[in-house]
T-cell receptor
Framework: DAKTTQPPSMDCAEGRAANLPCNHSTISGNEYVYWYRQIHSQGPQYIIHGLKNNETNEMASLIITEDRKSSTLILPHATLRDTAVYYCIVRVATRGGNNRKLIWGLGTSLAVNP | DTGVSQDPRHKITKRGQNVTFRCDPISEHNRLYWYRQTLGQGPEFLTYFQNEAQLEKSRLLSDRFSAERPKGSFSTLEIQRTEQGDSAMYLC?????????????FGPGTRLLVL
């Protein structure tokens, strides 16, 4: 079972920031938080990941709370092309052979409106 | 930058037929994953390879499913005696060993419809 909880849907106005929350209250100290998105009928697209520090790249920012029990993905200026299902996933950090799979929930369906 | 490619993109088959899908990972990525996604659900893990070795298989991967990765390059996923319940999007992802943290990059998927 997925170890994360996300709201099923959200709306955002074009040009505004989209803040997508994720709850991962049972996260372990060695688990990373990953975010992917999936635009209709396409393969998932990697966005960003982090362990405990906030992260930023050209697509988004990831804010992880100090207790690591929740995080927020921020799309600073949402466009219509950001309309997609956004998945928050926790995965154990391992150098071993197993536990590398991603376990997906249902994600948040983000609608960016003009 | 060449991403993960999958072939075919769409496949329609009749129940009982065999189908084979191909995945070409990003160059130099030593890990390759297969996932399956049905409508309205998140992807589900099927199996994963490190180089040519198949290291993990899901219980979803029944004996009608087989995956190979000869020479650690491209991979094939074969479904024998297809059933209507096999209708889904089959996704391939690849990654490169970066120690404790790795990122899986996905292909466009192969959409299978079993009639």
């Amino acid at each position: 079972d997925a170890k994360t909880t996300q709201p099923p849907s959200m709306d955002c106005a074009e040009g505004r920031a989209a803040n997508l929350p994720c709850n991962h209250s049972t996260i372990s100290g060695n688990e990373y938080v990953y975010w992917y998105r999936q635009i209709h009928s396409q393969g998932p697209q990697y966005i960003i990941h982090g362990l405990k520090n906030n992260e930023t790249n050209e697509m988004a920012s990831l804010i992880i709370t100090e207790d690591r029990k929740s995080s927020t993905l921020i799309l600073p200026h949402a466009t219509l092309r950001d309309t997609a299902v956004y998945y928050c996933i926790v995965r154990v950090a391992t150098r071993g052979g197993n536990n590398r799979k991603l376990i997906w929930g249902l994600g948040t369906s983000l609608a960016v409106n003009p | 930058d060449t991403g993960v490619s999958q072939d075919p993109r769409h496949k329609i088959t009749k129940r009982g037929q065999n189908v084979t899908f191909r995945c070409d990972p990003i160059s130099e990525h030593n890990r390759l994953y297969w996932y399956r996604q049905t409508l309205g659900q998140g992807p589900e893990f099927l199996t994963y390879f490190q180089n040519e070795a198949q290291l993990e298989k899901s219980r979803l991967l029944s004996d009608r499913f087989s995956a190979e990765r000869p020479k650690g390059s491209f991979s094939t996923l074969e479904i024998q005696r297809t059933e209507q319940g096999d209708s889904a999007m089959y996704l391939c992802a690849s990654s490169k060993d970066r120690g404790y943290s790795e990122t899986q990059y996905f292909g466009p998927g192969t959409r299978l419809l079993v009639l």
